[in-house]
Structure formats: C-alpha cells, structure tokens
C-alpha cells in the first residue's frame, strides 16, 4: 500500500510496530530500548490495572524521567498499541497437522491462556486491534484454520471473530469480576448475600415461572468456571461442523 494513505499519526503508528528505529549513533547513549519500555508499561499494566497505566508511572518503573519515554513512544494510546501486539507474541500456534475444529479449539484456548496472564487486555477493542506483526500472524492462522472446512470466505471471517469474541466476552466478565472484588473487597458471593431480601419481597414464581423451574432443578447451581465457556464455544463449533457439511 502506498505511504500516502492514512494519516502521518497512523503511518507513525505502523511504523513503530514494524520497523522502530534503531538506537541513534551520534549523541549521548539511549538507557532504555523501545522493548523494554512496552514491558515496563506491561509491568505497570499488571500490578497496578490498565487504568492506572500513565506514562509517568511508566517511567517511575524504569526509574528515568517521564519526558525521557517520549523519545520512544509518542503517548499511552500508542503505548499501549503497542503492549498489545507485545501480549499477542506469546499465543502459541496449533499444529498445522490436526483437525481444523482441533486447531481452531487451540486457537481458542490459547487466546484465554493470553487473557489471563495479560488480564488488562480487555481494555482492548477487537475490531480496532492494532496493525502489528504479531495480531496479524495470530490472525492470519486462526483464519487459515477456519478455512480448512471449506467454507466461503465470508464465513471464514465470520467465525473467526466469531471464536475470538466468545472467549474475549468470557475473560472480560471473569476479569471484570476479580478486579470488582479487588477493589470492593464484595465478592460475587457477598454481593448477592446482601440482596438476599429480594427473594421474599419482590420475587414470584408466577411472575417468574421459567426461573422459578431451573432455579428448583438445580440450573444455577454452578458456578462460572473455564467449562462454561467451552461449552458456548463447542455449541458454536457444533454449528460451523453442520454447515461446513
């Protein structure tokens, strides 16, 4: 594609994530490296929640000056670009070898593996992920999973999002939860044990007979866990087996 589209931010932007410039040759020694500035604000990202993620803080980490990361990265949006692409490094491909369902499962489980070792990823935004080497190369081979069931192009693309989404809602809701409790000090526990007085107040089983039905067959008995959303997942691969005939 040609340089001039998009805009001078954005072609910044691509610029880092593929070709950074390398440390300059004249002038006083640069400290830090580009990398080690991402893993910092991964660092900062994890102990302290992506929401306290600040260039100051960054800096504090590496112990250097906060005017000093600019030289390296234009801003936190960028910054975190950039942490993203960084977090994607480390998804682990399935073996080309196997089932396309066996793959895509891979791909799936794999993708949680990510989201629990980087929970603030869920601040990220599926269909805005940045144009990195490493998104791309996790995409490029969940896609070519997909596509070994022969399917159009358009559902290939759709599935695949379609993976990447069931597991992302599942991290977000868990991660979402944990960092709730953390800060609250309520667990989910506590939370529904101090509205325990609904029950008898405002609840009806003729207003809710359906509710009422699973409640007393024991359907919300358990408690979220990894096997929830594999079952949603093996439910929609169910489906993709069906149509892909």
């Not at 960054?58 to 960028?78: C, F, I, R």
């Amino acid at each position: 594609m040609s340089e001039q589209w998009g805009t001078p931010e954005g072609q910044a932007m691509l610029r880092l994530l593929w070709d950074p410039p390398p440390p300059p040759t004249r002038g006083p020694k640069q400290r830090l490296t580009l990398d080690q500035v991402v893993a910092a604000a991964m660092e900062v990202a994890a102990q302290q929640g992506v929401d306290e993620l600040s260039m100051r803080k960054v800096a504090q980490h590496l112990g250097v000056g906060a005017m000093s990361l600019y030289t390296y990265v234009p801003g936190k949006d960028e910054l975190f670009e950039l942490m993203i692409d960084a977090a994607y490094a480390d998804r682990v491909m399935p073996d080309p070898a196997l089932p396309w369902r066996a793959q895509v499962e891979f791909h799936a489980h794999e993708a949680w593996r990510m989201y629990q070792a980087h929970p603030w990823l869920i601040r990220s935004h599926l269909w805005r992920m940045p144009l990195g080497p490493h998104v791309l190369d996790v995409q490029e081979d969940l896609y070519r999973a997909v596509a070994l069931t022969g399917l159009p192009e358009k559902r290939v693309a759709q599935i695949a999002g379609l993976v990447e989404s069931q597991v992302f809602g599942a991290a977000r809701s868990a991660v979402t939860d944990t960092s709730i409790a953390s800060k609250t000090g309520v667990t989910v526990d506590d939370y529904w044990n101090s509205r325990m007085g609904f029950w008898g107040t405002y609840y009806s089983a003729e207003r809710f007979p359906t509710m009422t039905r699973i409640w007393g067959k024991g359907g919300f008995d358990e408690e979220y866990s990894d096997a929830s959303w594999e079952f949603g997942l093996a439910l929609f691969l169910d489906g993709v087996e069906r149509l892909a005939g």
